[in-house]
């Protein structure tokens, strides 16, 4: 693993390519006759009292700044947004603690997925009490309309968040080498329980704190410099145990390893594939793979880590 670490950060490979909608339309209707003028006002009252409650989506929870969940969770602010839902940044109304609260989407699959994310996050977190090892907690769980909810501590943004907002700045090698550290001890733990994370990439490691860095001039996200380089892995909505199904096609594009655009059995090594396509990104501000066809993914993967290693690697998955 460590060889392979190193071979991914000897390549000499410059790739940039960074790629950087909601309207609402009211319609009015105007009406001549009494009656109309009356079923106006109705709709009106109606209208007023739907906006004391939070909107749906295509299965999503549209929170809003006073929205509550559970009639415990004050919404604050929206924290991110993905496919699987929406997180909030929440605070107790009678403890006054602050959290962060995933919102599943309100369908079927993202809730069935969200139930194994939750007895996964719980098995983990029983093992990490002491929250030494730099991976999400889980507080509590609950269901609030339909949508399973899950309270995590609050953390800073993203590493991908704060590259994005330097300009994609490389990070400095000091602090690579301690996100790496502690990248390792994160996935020692898990591969050391049969789990595999299986979606590793710099959206899903957050800086610990949300005070991690500094602006030098107040309102100029640039000039931004860190102050702590701790950091919490998260996401665990893909995770598998050694003994659970394991899909065909996971991890994000640009961090998949190759026996699985392949199509071959593979394990907990794709998570150290993923971590030294992300170290490859830290270090030089560009992705490793910009690519989004798998035959130019392997055509890449060949051209810079090496047709030798490339290779042995695919037949060991084969094999494996």
Same mark, same amino acid.
């Given at each position: 693993?460590?060889?392979?670490?190193?071979?991914?950060?000897?390549?000499?490979?410059?790739?940039?390519?960074?790629?950087?909608?909601?309207?609402?339309?009211?319609?009015?209707?105007?009406?001549?006759?009494?009656?109309?003028?009356?079923?106006?006002?109705?709709?009106?009252?109606?209208?007023?009292?739907?906006?004391?409650?939070?909107?749906?989506?295509?299965?999503?929870? @549209?929170?809003?700044?006073?929205?509550?969940?559970?009639?415990?969770?004050?919404?604050?602010?929206? %924290?991110?947004?993905?496919?699987?839902?929406?997180?909030?940044?929440?605070?107790?109304? @009678?403890?006054?603690?602050?959290?962060?609260?995933?919102? $599943?989407?309100?369908?079927?699959?993202?809730?069935?997925?969200?139930?194994?994310?939750?007895?996964?996050?719980?098995?983990?977190?029983?093992?990490?009490?002491?929250? !030494?090892?730099?991976?999400?907690?889980?507080?509590?769980? !609950?269901?609030?309309?339909?949508?399973?909810?899950?309270?995590?501590?609050?953390?800073?943004?993203?590493?991908?968040?704060?590259?994005?907002?330097?300009?994609?700045?490389?990070?400095?090698?000091?602090?690579?080498?301690?996100?790496?550290?502690?990248?390792?001890?994160?996935?020692? !733990?898990?591969?050391?329980?049969?789990?595999?994370?299986?979606?590793?990439?710099?959206?899903?490691?957050?800086?610990?704190?949300?005070?991690?860095?500094?602006?030098? $001039?107040?309102?100029?996200?640039?000039?931004?410099?860190?102050?702590?380089?701790?950091? $919490?892995?998260?996401?665990?909505?893909?995770?598998?145990?050694?003994?659970?199904?394991?899909?065909?096609?996971?991890?994000?594009?640009?961090?998949?390893?190759? @026996?699985?655009?392949?199509?071959?059995?593979?394990?907990?090594?794709?998570?150290?594939?993923?971590?030294?396509?992300?170290? !490859?990104?830290?270090?030089?501000?560009?992705?490793?793979?910009?690519?989004? @066809?798998? %035959?130019?993914?392997?055509?890449?993967?060949?051209?810079?880590?090496?047709?030798?290693?490339?290779?042995?690697?695919?037949?060991?998955?084969?094999?494996?």
């Amino acid at each position: 693993m460590a060889s392979a670490l190193r071979k991914l950060f000897d390549v000499n490979f410059a790739y940039s390519s960074h790629s950087s909608c909601f309207q609402l339309r009211l319609q009015r209707s105007s009406g001549k006759t009494k009656s109309t003028k009356i079923q106006q006002q109705n709709q009106q009252v109606n209208s007023m009292a739907e906006k004391t409650k939070p909107e749906k989506k295509q299965g999503h929870f @549209e929170g809003h700044v006073g929205d509550f969940l559970a009639q415990t969770w004050s919404v604050e602010r929206e %924290l991110g947004a993905g496919t699987f839902g929406k997180v909030y940044h929440c605070k107790n109304v @009678e403890s006054g603690v602050n959290c962060a609260i995933k919102v $599943i989407r309100n369908i079927p699959r993202y809730t069935a997925a969200a139930k194994i994310e939750i007895s996964i996050l719980k098995s983990l977190t029983r093992k990490n009490q002491s929250g !030494f090892i730099p991976i999400v907690q889980l507080c509590q769980q !609950f269901i609030f309309d339909g949508h399973v909810c899950l309270v995590f501590p609050v953390h800073g943004i993203s590493t991908y968040d704060y590259m994005k907002s330097v300009g994609y700045k490389p990070y400095k090698l000091n602090t690579i080498k301690s996100f790496c550290s502690q990248l390792l001890s994160a996935l020692q !733990f898990l591969h050391s329980h049969q789990c595999t994370h299986t979606d590793i990439k710099p959206e899903n490691i957050l800086f610990k704190s949300e005070r991690a860095f500094i602006e030098s $001039i107040p309102g100029d996200p640039k000039s931004r410099r860190l102050l702590s380089s701790e950091i $919490i892995v998260i996401d665990f909505g893909s995770a598998v145990f050694e003994s659970d199904h394991h899909s065909k096609t996971v991890s994000t594009r640009h961090y998949r390893a190759p @026996e699985i655009i392949y199509g071959q059995s593979w394990n907990k090594q794709i998570d150290i594939w993923s971590l030294g396509c992300m170290l !490859f990104e830290y270090y030089t501000g560009d992705t490793m793979f910009e690519t989004h @066809e798998d %035959l130019e993914h392997l055509a890449i993967m060949e051209r810079y880590i090496g047709k030798k290693y490339f290779v042995v690697r695919k037949n060991h998955a084969a094999n494996g």
